[in-house]
Antibody
Framework: QVQLVQSGAELKEPGASVKVSCKTSNYNFINYGVTWVRQAPGQGLEWVGWANPKNGDRNYAQSLQGRVTVTADTSTSTAYMELWSLRSDDTAVYYC??????????WGQGTLVTVSS | QTVVTQEPSLTVSPGGTVTLTCASSTGAVTSGYYPNWFQQKPGQTPRSLIYRTSNKHSWTPARFSGSLLGGKAALTLSGVQPEDEAEYYCLLYYDGLWFFGGGTKLTVL
């Protein structure tokens, strides 16, 4: 079955950066995009960004533009989301999600990123 | 900035029918917004239910259906079960970006 397995929880200080990985399996990684979504404690879902492993295209939420990068390593079928200049309001569970042609289907288990001094 | 609006909360009786809607500040929602719907229960990862307005995933129960209704995307639950109590989110695509709605908390009572 399709799997997206994310890296473990992170605790970061304000101003630092974090890189979350999303290891995929049991599907052709190159043929699908990877979307990143986050959810602050007790809040709703927020779209973070998207990467196309085949051609390297990327898009980001305007609210995070300039602080976030999403990448895809086709050699290891792994996607990454890096966020820097972390603030307390970046504390959230970050999810990677598979998508293709506007179809969003399989979700990773989520990675809790806590920003605190 | 596009704002996507959902009902904050709805209540339905077991066995009943309820429709959740998803509106966009950019205007009427069309199939070109490729609406997706998700269910999230407390402490769990979201689960995809509907894609491209009305298509179900292989795991989506038959009682869930998606449509366009009065300029909005809509998710209808028919024959609601107690286990359908959850938060529901819509996701719309516009101008190369995706936007989530704020979520609807569905109570089955």
């Amino acid at each position: 079955q399709v799997q997206l397995v994310q890296s473990g929880a992170e605790l970061k200080e304000p101003g630092a950066s974090v890189k979350v990985s999303c290891k995929t399996s049991n599907y052709n990684f190159i043929n699908y995009g990877v979307t990143w979504v986050r959810q602050a404690p007790g809040q709703g879902l927020e779209w973070v960004g998207w990467a196309n492993p085949k051609n390297g295209d990327r898009n980001y939420a305007q609210s995070l533009q300039g602080r976030v990068t999403v990448t895809a390593d086709t050699s290891t079928s792994t996607a990454y989301m890096e966020l820097w200049s972390l603030r307390s309001d970046d504390t959230a569970v970050y999810y990677c999600v598979r998508d293709i042609d506007w179809v969003v289907d399989h979700w990773g288990q989520g990675t809790l990123v806590t920003v605190s001094s | 900035q596009t704002v996507v609006t959902q009902e904050p909360s709805l209540t339905v009786s077991p066995g009943g029918t309820v429709t959740l809607t998803c509106a966009s500040s950019t205007g009427a929602v069309t199939s070109g917004y490729y609406p997706n719907w998700f269910q999230q229960k407390p402490g769990q990862t979201p689960r995809s239910l509907i894609y491209r307005t009305s298509n179900k995933h292989s795991w989506t129960p038959a009682r869930f259906s998606g449509s366009l209704l009065g300029g909005k995307a809509a998710l209808t639950l028919s024959g609601v079960q107690p286990e359908d109590e959850a938060e529901y989110y819509c996701l719309l695509y516009y101008d190369g970006l995706w936007f989530f709605g704020g979520g609807t908390k569905l109570t089955v009572l």
